[in-house]
């Protein structure tokens, strides 16, 4: 709830179910479970930290439970309560990591793009209770509360948006987990990361300070960039096929391939993307208002799979 754009006062007890499914998710598609093991046991040990207490002189360096944030003292004999530093004179956030790398890994990208998909799996249960009168839209009117007739394409723009942020922060993560593998001067070790062995197993030139290549394939420009079917230039192995979808249609996927994730344009509807006729296996979504809908998947294939499309859009689907 912290690192999400969300109230403060959203209920805990409603996040609070989601989260480890979401990231064991994430472990199993993107980092892979070798690599979440060992985030797993560089975590620090925090469970001897006790509460803070008001009026308690704090030494330097040492942590406190604070309303369920592991903070630590900045300075000696300090006795400020942290609600009230808001400047961080004297209170800072502690480090969940031991090894660096991994608390930049966690500070810079997994902790935004955990708390966004949480949020974004958790707001269906919230805004649309289900009741004997059906599923309400929770709002609130003036002074009061209440509810009201559910508006479907607002909440799913709202839904959508924190998607939108949550693959956008992954992408960038995954750009920085790559340079850093690719340099000879990072002490950063990612070798064990899912993506980095499978998404990205393409990449097989030597290690660079500060640059790294991917095997030349038929349509690569000049530097190494492949060539999409649009004929751009990206900084990245991924390509991508295009399917024109009016009412349904099928892709097939080849064996050890990576779909990473699927963009969807067109006018306002429903995008149902899955491994059977009509269904949503993979995707459930929506496109709000014509705007493209980009959905995170990272769903490896060993085998040839044929994938299908229901709806009125055009999908790209970057596979790797």
């Known amino acids: 709830m912290r690192y999400s754009p969300e109230s403060g006062k959203y209920?805990?007890?409603?996040?609070?179910?989601?989260?480890?499914?979401?990231?064991?998710?994430f472990a199993r598609e993107c980092l892979g479970f070798d690599f979440y093991?060992?985030?797993?046991?560089?975590?620090?040990?925090?469970?001897?930290?006790?509460?803070w207490v008001s009026g308690t002189?704090?030494?330097?360096?040492?942590?406190?439970n604070y309303y369920g944030l592991?903070?630590?003292?900045?300075?000696?004999?300090?006795?400020?309560?942290?609600?009230?530093?808001?400047?961080?004179?004297?209170w800072m956030l502690a480090q969940k990591f031991n090894t660096a790398c991994y608390e930049t890994l966690w500070a810079d990208y997994m902790r935004d793009y955990l708390s966004f998909s949480i949020m974004a799996a958790s707001i269906d249960h919230t805004t649309y209770p289900v009741s004997a009168k059906g599923a309400q839209?929770?709002?609130?009117?003036?002074?009061?509360?209440?509810?009201?007739?559910?508006?479907?394409?607002?909440?799913v723009g709202r839904k959508n948006k924190l998607?939108?942020?949550?693959?956008?922060?992954?992408?960038?993560?995954?750009?920085?987990?790559?340079?850093?593998h690719a340099d000879t001067e990072s002490e950063c070790d990612f070798s064990e990361?899912?993506?980095?062995?499978?998404?990205?197993?393409?990449?097989?030139?030597?290690?660079q300070s500060r640059k790294f290549f991917f095997r030349a394939k038929p349509g690569t420009a000049?530097?190494?960039?492949?060539?999409?079917?649009?004929?751009?230039?990206?900084?990245?192995?991924?390509?991508?096929?295009?399917?024109?979808?009016?009412?349904?249609?099928?892709?097939?996927?080849?064996?050890?391939?990576?779909?990473?994730?699927?963009?969807?344009?067109?006018?306002?509807?429903?995008?149902?993307?899955?491994?059977?006729?009509?269904?949503?296996?993979?995707?459930?979504?929506?496109i709000v208002g014509g705007t493209p809908a980009s959905f995170s998947v990272f769903q490896y294939f060993t085998s040839s799979t044929i994938i299908y499309l229901t709806g009125t859009f055009t999908a790209k689907l970057y596979i790797i």
């Open 70 to 90: 592991i903070i630590e003292s900045k300075v000696a004999a300090n006795t400020n309560d942290p609600c009230e530093d808001t400047g961080g004179a004297y």
């Open 57 to 64: 002189s704090y030494d330097s360096g040492d942590l406190v």
């Open 137 to 155: 839209e929770w709002a609130q009117e003036g002074g009061g509360s209440g509810s009201k007739s559910a508006s479907y394409q607002v909440f």
């Open 222 to 286: 000049k530097g190494g960039y492949p060539v999409y079917a649009g004929g751009s230039k990206g900084a990245t192995a991924a390509g991508y096929q295009q399917v024109n979808v009016i009412g349904s249609a099928t892709f097939t996927i080849g064996a050890k391939k990576l779909l990473e994730h699927i963009v969807c344009e067109g006018a306002s509807g429903t995008v149902e993307i899955g491994t059977t006729l009509g269904g949503s296996e993979i995707v459930d979504g929506a």
């Open 193 to 207: 990361v899912l993506f980095v062995q499978q998404c990205y197993g393409v990449c097989e030139a030597p290690r």
């Open 163 to 180: 998607l939108n942020d949550a693959a956008e922060v992954l992408e960038n993560m995954k750009g920085w987990v790559l340079r850093e």
């Open 37 to 51: 093991d060992l985030l797993i046991a560089d975590l620090k040990d925090w469970s001897s930290i006790k509460a």
């Open 11 to 25: 209920p805990p007890q409603m996040v609070e179910r989601h989260i480890f499914r979401k990231e064991q998710k």
